[in-house]
């Protein structure tokens, strides 16, 4: 299964399609990237990590979830 495999389940799935998603990939095709953000990422980091980009990332992250709730996790 592939990430976007993967991102696809995750935001097609009821309970789980708040999850914020990092997408973290050596890929920097417009296209793909595009695809990612389609399906719901947040936030599509290619490696290598920049440093400055990676933190602007986390703190991106750190603002959605201010605004928004995500669900909690049942536990069993």
């Known amino acids: 299964m592939s990430g976007t495999d993967i991102l696809a389940r995750i935001k097609s ?32 980091i290619t490696k290598p990590v920049n440093y400055e980009s990676f933190a602007d990332a986390i703190r991106q992250l750190g603002l959605f979830l201010s605004v928004i709730q995500v669900p909690e996790v049942e536990a069993g």
């Open 13 to 44: 799935d009821e309970k789980l399609k708040r999850t914020p998603v990092v997408v973290l990939t050596t890929t920097d095709d417009k296209v793909e990237i595009q695809r990612c953000y389609d399906l719901g990422c947040n936030v599509y």
